[in-house]
C-alpha cells in the first residue's frame, strides 16, 4: 500500500506561483509513476501531469503546458509540482497519484488551490 500526502496548496493571485510537494511512503519511490491531477468546482477530474519512474519523461495536460513543472527527489521520496502563471481557471483540488501498473492506484487526500483574479 503506497500513502501520499500533498502539502503546499492556498490562495494566490492570479499570475502567481505556488509548489505543491507529495510525499510518498510503503512502496519503493523508484518503482513508482507518479502524477497531479486536480477537481474543478462542478467539473470532472482533470489530468494534469505525470512523470515517469526515472524521472526521464513527463507529460502534461494541454492547459498547463508551459506554466507548470513536475520533479521528484528519489532520496525524499517526494514529487513536486511548481505552478506558474497561476490563472483563476486553475482553482481546483489538487491530487497527487502514484502507479506501479497502467492504472492510477493511489491517491492523496488532495490540497486546495485558489487563484483570485
Known sequence: ???LVESGGGLVQAGG???????????TFSSLVMGWFRRAPGKEREFVVSISKSG?????GDSVKGRF????DSAKNTVYLQMSSLKPEDT????????????WQYWGQGT???VSS
Open 17 to 27: 506561483s505556488l509548489r505543491l510537494s507529495c510525499a510518498a511512503s510503503g512502496q
Open 69 to 72: 513543472t513536475i520533479s521528484r
Open 92 to 103: 481546483a483540488v489538487y491530487y497527487c497519484a502514484a502507479r506501479g501498473t497502467n492504472t
Open 112 to 114: 486546495q488551490v485558489t
Open 1 to 3: 500500500q503506497v500513502q
Open 56 to 60: 526521464s519523461r513527463t507529460d502534461y
